[in-house]
């Protein structure tokens, strides 16, 4: 954008013993049961070499959730290892996040490409666009609506500010008089101030040149005026009074200038006695009480290529010393066109910080003494790919204007207006959370409501029912919802704004309450399945098996009693024995990976125990009949 480069020349997560646990878990009233560390068992089980994609999910979210993203990592190098295809593409996005936290960005990268062609979520369409990853521009792109602001010409036009319903805009289109100024620096006709009326719905009137009141053969922009309108300050080529300034190189720097309004027109025009020969003070900007100016600047000791600044307008009418705003706005780039909205907020330019291409807008709430340290990007559409930059507050409602070099425009930079569009429609979620085994509802867990990009917009705790609401949330988005328990697994769910009846969040415990009876399958969530007519251990039942195989080292008292069945199919006399055959095997394999064999009974059940209707003479699936060929653990001691 070569007319602002001219015009600024100017917990304890998984550590804890099993003791510890029952000592914890003891104090909240569970006398009477055994507890079983499931990630702990998970984690053994991996360390002998089993190998699952459920088993290296869990492990990895275990770690993920809680913010460990250095051993999250471990985890989800092993599942993508495995090269299935049929992953959720939220791993992606995962396991991209543990990747940049030990700093394999070029990684990361690859799997953010990879999310995004699997989902088109905007997480992965920010990335695409920009390959950064601190900008936030969840919501914006279509709570804005911009559009050319109607004052434009095939020249640079950008915006100023507004006094009552007249906007005082920059321009280097030819002057009606046709009487060119030629900058020698841009081959382009010298900046003046016009003046564009616009009517109550924003709206362009008319658009009047002003030739004879502050507009000079050189550069003018930036005007900002007072409230009582009879004040403006504005920037112009260090020229006044005919009168030429230079510095060292013979290079005609940039001023600030005060202009009163008299007698119905613009006059005593007075230099601001901060400026300097020797570097440039630039676009001017008013604090709400009046009493401060913000401006650009490249004098010396600041942080980058240009600074904003403040200094104090005292009641006498003199200023103070100017003050850099220090580097929490600064940067050792480009900071500019500063403008405080009628809310306090400072919005600025910025190529310096964190943003979608070439300068891009950025705002900063002060802070409780009026400081400014902090700031957020404003988000497309009000940022694009290249330079934008001059965006000020309109007296119209919810309209705002910016200035910008982006594609599309009539000239060299164009005024854009930009509208609020009306809120969207507004739901509310009510939901519940339960055991993923018991089916009982939990209470007091954490809830965390997050946007598209994972950024936290509320939290709660679930009720004596297990239920928790999130209110005033938009029916276009999608949300995730985060569950928090220091006795099961964290897990995250995704859901849309739009959905019409509440959910059932259910989440696996991660400290397992056992009893006399229990079956580890179930407590455990996973399946001991067998071919049909075979009883040998499946290659991927060995993992779950494994699973079996730790439980009973880590607590050597417990005993169990293997159930082993068969389906339908075959007389009642086959099944019978071939059940047994599937109940000593099973045992067998328990042995030989270390267990005593003092500990374990099993017995066979034949199809006397079908889980389903698929007896003799049903027409049943094969999926169906699966179901029936299982052995159970179930706990005798």
């Known amino acids: 954008m070569k007319y602002i480069i001219s015009i600024i020349s100017l917990g304890c997560f998984f550590s804890v013993s099993a003791q510890d646990i029952k000592e914890k878990l003891a104090e909240k009233k569970y006398e009477g049961y055994s507890y079983i560390d499931a990630i702990a068992i998970y984690e053994k089980v991996a360390e002998k070499g089993y190998t699952s994609i459920e088993l290296f999910q869990k492990l990895g979210d275990a770690y993920y959730f809680n913010g460990m993203l250095d051993k999250s990592k471990v985890w989800y190098d092993k599942l993508f290892q495995l090269n299935n295809q ?20 070029n990684d990361a990268d690859k799997l953010m490409e990879k999310f995004y062609t699997l989902t088109n979520d905007y997480r992965g369409e920010l990335y695409v666009k920009n390959k950064l990853y601190l900008v936030d521009i969840n919501y914006s792109l279509d709570k804005f609506t911009i559009e ?6 095939e020249y640079s036009d950008y915006g100023g500010n507004f006094k009552d319903s007249k906007m005082y805009f920059v321009s280097n289109r030819i002057p009606k008089n046709n009487k060119k100024k030629i900058d020698k620096w841009t081959n382009q006709n010298f900046l003046n101030i016009y003046r564009a009326e616009f009517s109550d719905s924003a709206k362009v009137v008319y658009i009047d040149e002003i030739v004879d009141e502050f507009n000079t053969k050189y550069h003018e922009s930036s005007p900002v005026f007072t409230k009582d309108g009879k004040t403006m300050y504005f920037t112009r080529n260090n020229f006044n009074y005919g009168k030429v300034g230079m510095d060292k190189d013979n290079v005609v720097k940039l001023k600030l200038f005060k202009s009163t309004f008299l007698n119905g027109k613009w006059g005593k025009i007075e230099e601001l006695p901060f400026n300097s020969n020797d570097f440039s003070i630039a676009h001017p900007a008013l604090s709400i009480d009046e009493k401060t100016l913000y401006f650009a600047s490249d004098m010396p000791r600041g942080y980058g290529n240009s600074d904003l600044y403040k200094v104090a307008i005292k009641e006498d009418g003199t200023y103070g010393i100017p003050v850099n705003l220090g580097e929490k706005i600064n940067t050792k780039a480009r900071e500019t066109f500063p403008f405080i909205a009628s809310d306090g907020i400072l919005y600025f330019s910025s190529d310096g910080l964190v943003g979608i291409g070439g300068l891009d807008v950025f705002k900063s709430h002060p802070d409780v003494e009026g400081n400014y340290i902090s700031f957020n990007n404003v988000g497309a559409p009000i940022n694009s790919e290249r330079d934008d930059f001059a965006f000020i507050e309109s007296p119209f409602k919810n309209v ?29 979620f009510t939901d519940v959370v339960i055991d993923e085994i018991s089916k009982e509802p939990i209470q007091n867990s954490r809830i965390t409501l997050l946007d598209a990009n994972q950024n936290i917009l509320g939290s709660t705790k679930s009720d004596s029912l297990g239920q928790f609401k999130f209110s005033d949330l938009r029916y276009d988005r999608e949300y995730y919802i985060k569950v928090e328990n220091d006795i099961y697994l964290t897990k995250e769910f995704r859901v849309k704004g739009g959905k019409i009846k509440s959910e059932k969040f259910e989440i696996a415990p991660k400290i397992i309450k056992t009893k006399t009876g229990d079956d580890l399958v179930k407590l455990l969530d996973i399946s001991i399945y067998f071919d049909l007519d075979k009883y040998f251990i499946r290659p991927d039942v060995e993992v779950e098996m494994a699973k079996i195989v730790e439980i009973l080292k880590m607590y050597p008292n417990l005993k169990i009693d293997i159930r082993s069945h068969t389906d339908s199919r075959q007389s009642e006399a086959y099944n019978l024995r071939l059940s047994n055959f599937r109940a000593k095997a099973t045992r067998d394999f328990l042995i030989k990976k270390g267990i005593a064999k003092e500990r374990l009974t099993c017995k066979g059940y034949g199809e006397s125990q079908l889980l389903n209707d698929c007896s003799d003479a049903v027409p049943c699936t094969r999926e169906q009949h699966q179901l029936n060929r299982r052995s159970e653990f179930v706990l005798v001691q």
């Open 86 to 105: 049929s992953l959720d593409p939220e791993y992606y996005f995962r396991y991209s996040q543990s990747l940049k936290a030990v700093k394999s960005y």
């Open 148 to 153: 050319d602001a109607g004052i434009n010409s």
């Open 400 to 428: 705002f204007f910016v200035s910008s070099n982006r594609q599309g425009g009539k000239g060299y930079d164009d005024v854009y207006k930009v509208k609020v569009n009306p809120e969207p429609k507004k739901i509310e």
